[in-house]
């Protein structure tokens, strides 16, 4: 167990719909970061947060947002959701600002149909 | 544009023998941060290791090794007595340093299988 939790384990969703992914981060860790994965795409780095400032960014897509509230968790919300968008959607946390050794949660499942 | 490149998509190996797992990096960057990640069957990413561009040591920890080589922007990962336990995909990944320092590039990963 990694310590960190992402929530909802699995989501089922039509097209067009709008979905959030809620993470919470180690205890004492700051950073929070989102990534993809999917078949056509593989692993992808999606947003950094670290202390509630946006840190980094990668290839995001303006459908996509995210935020870390002052508790320090973290929720990906992604709208007018495509097929392509279904994959497994991965959180991590670390302590420092620098992506240093990453826990992950379990990830969450989305499954646009 | 940085690109990480892991060559061997999927590799099989008996129980006992070792294994090297290739990664080759792109990067305009003088300093940069090199990882390994294993995702086993049930899914979940563990970080492995972590290295900066500027400590070229290689680093073992059990049966896991890793040879850094700058001059030739790999990052290799060896797996001494494989084990089914090993069993998983690896990946391996280059971080900038700087502005957009959390911004990750990830290989495509290799499969690897351990048979008993």
């Known amino acids: 167990d990694s310590g960190v939790t992402q929530t909802p384990k699995h989501l089922i969703t039509a097209t067009g719909q709008r979905v959030t992914l809620r993470c919470s981060p180690r205890?004492?860790?700051?950073?929070v970061y989102w990534y993809q994965q999917s078949l056509d795409q593989g692993l992808q780095f999606l947003i950094q947060y670290y202390n509630g400032e946006e840190r980094a960014k990668g290839n995001i897509l303006e459908r996509f947002s995210a935020q870390q509230f002052p508790d320090l968790h973290s929720e990906l919300n992604l709208s007018s959701l495509e097929l392509g968008d279904s994959a497994l959607y991965f959180c991590?946390?670390?302590?420092?600002?620098?992506?240093?050794?990453?826990?992950f949660g379990p990830g969450t499942r989305l499954t646009v149909t | 544009a940085q690109k990480v490149t892991q060559a061997q998509t999927e590799i099989s190996v008996v129980e006992k023998e070792d294994v090297t797992l290739d990664c080759v990096y792109e990067?305009?960057?003088?300093?940069?941060?090199l990882f390994w990640y294993k995702q086993p069957p049930s899914g979940e990413l563990v970080f492995l290791i972590r290295r900066n561009s500027f400590d070229e040591q290689n680093e073992i920890s059990g049966r896991y090794s890793w040879n850094f080589q700058k001059s030739t922007s790999s990052f290799n990962f060896t797996i001494t007595a494989s084990q089914v336990v090993d069993s998983a995909v690896y990946f391996c990944?280059?971080?900038?340093?700087?502005?957009?320092?959390?911004?990750?590039?990830f290989g495509d990963g290799t499969t690897l299988t351990v048979k008993p």
């Open positions: 990067t305009r960057d003088t300093t940069y941060y």
């Open positions: 991590a946390s670390s302590v420092d600002p620098l992506p240093t050794e990453q826990y």
């Open positions: 205890s004492g860790d700051l950073s």
């Open positions: 990944a280059l971080s900038e340093v700087g502005a957009n320092a959390g911004k990750s590039t």
